[in-house]
């Protein structure tokens, strides 16, 4: 489509996270008050209460028995979903090759071992035939990420872990709200883990995570193990860790919880305008939503020739973007050792060079999009 001239914009932020404080802050800071003069700090009534909201904005009537566990960060979510289904030392846990380094290495941790395989080219993500073949007599869980803010193909995968007796675990960082034809994301596998990261579409105003599961019995591990291995005090029946969830994070995630359809749908609207401004775009790979789920938009990711030069001519321009993830997990430094070669993941390995995330968020404005725009054809040109 032809552009109408932009207007000025000086700065364009890749996430407007200010914004998201300032439309809270009348609601969160009187009760930052209350716990500072209470010392009030960490689990009680806020975390309690928002355990059961999140649990019920996920779980919803088709997984009534939903428990969310509020924990730390969402790699200690991981870890703690990780020992809840038995994983452990030696066991092979299935992760894609392009996603942040928590989802491997929170299995690393614990002295098991991730197995990568690649994804789909359109969507980018888990491709469940290269699960399938990767399944072996040490193979504990799959690990579908929902990459960017849609749904992996639990559809799919589901099948393939049970077939094989397998843990379906939900690494569900990036996709708060989202669905997909298996349910809801942080719903459908035997347990899930979450970040609350504040770039998360549900942030917290620092580090948080969750762990959410249908299954009592693996919620009673995790808020165990999340507590040094006790549900009472001084009564430790495992080895566990500190991975508990602040009250002071709580009451700022209940704040945004209740904002997080609204922002979602906003975040929705930014990304069908990007594709109005942007779809007769030449040398630009638009993202696509797989058929059936609802995306929640975390990232708007391109796929661009030249990328590190078109980023850094957005740079210039005063447009804030991103890269994830600029390197596949099998060649990082820290999973060298495993041996991997150039070529065994090669769609991770091409999207690798030509992905770039643009500015997405629920207070991007529709002059800030016409600048991104602008800018991004002007870059491809």
């Not at 209460?49 to 200690?76: C, H, K, M, W």
């Not at 999973?335 to 500015?359: K, M, Q, T």
Request: hydrophobic fraction near 50%.
């Amino acid at each position: 489509m032809t552009l109408a001239p932009a207007p000025a914009v000086v700065d364009v932020p890749f996430l407007d996270l200010p914004a998201q404080s300032a439309e809270i802050a009348d609601e969160v800071l009187p009760q930052w008050r209350e716990l500072l003069l209470d010392a009030a700090f960490v689990g009680g009534a806020p975390v309690a209460v928002f355990e059961r909201e999140y649990a019920a904005y996920i779980g919803g009537a088709a997984a009534p028995g939903l428990q969310a566990i509020g924990v730390s960060n969402g790699t200690d979510a991981l870890e703690l979903a990780y020992r809840a289904v038995g994983v452990g030392q030696g066991d092979e846990v299935i992760v894609p090759a392009n996603s942040f380094i928590a989802t491997a290495a929170a299995a690393s941790r614990i002295g098991a071992v991730p197995v990568f395989v690649d994804v789909d080219d359109t969507h980018l993500l888990m491709d469940p035939d290269a699960v399938e073949a990767a399944i072996t007599p040490r193979t504990r869980a799959i690990v579908p990420v929902h990459l960017f803010g849609q749904m992996a193909p639990l559809e799919h995968l589901a099948p393939i872990a049970e077939r094989h007796g397998l843990a379906l675990v939900e690494d569900a960082a990036q996709a708060q709200g989202a669905t997909g034809p298996a349910g809801h994301a942080g719903a459908v596998g035997d347990i899930a883990a979450t970040s609350f990261y504040p770039g998360k579409n549900l942030g917290a105003a620092g580090d948080a995570g969750a762990v959410t599961t249908s299954d009592a019995a693996l919620a009673e591990t995790v808020r165990s193990l999340q507590a040094h291995g006790s549900t009472t005090r001084y009564v430790h029946d495992r080895i566990g860790v500190n991975a508990r969830l602040d009250a002071v994070q709580a009451v700022v995630l209940r704040a945004k919880l209740r904002r997080l359809d609204a922002w979602n749908t906003m975040r929705r609207a930014a990304a069908s305008t990007y594709a109005e401004l942007l779809g007769d775009a030449e040398g630009l790979r638009l993202p696509a939503t797989r058929p059936g789920n609802l995306d929640v938009w975390h990232l708007y990711v391109v796929r661009v020739a030249e990328r590190d030069r078109v980023a850094a001519a957005l740079g210039r321009a005063g447009i804030g973007v991103g890269v994830h993830y600029p390197t596949p997990l099998p060649f990082t430094g820290a999973y060298a050792p495993l041996g991997h070669r150039r070529g065994e993941f090669p769609v991770a390995e091409a999207a690798a060079e030509r992905i770039l995330s643009l500015p997405m968020g629920p207070h991007l404005t529709a002059a800030q999009q016409v600048a991104v725009a602008e800018a991004l054809r002007s870059a491809v040109a």
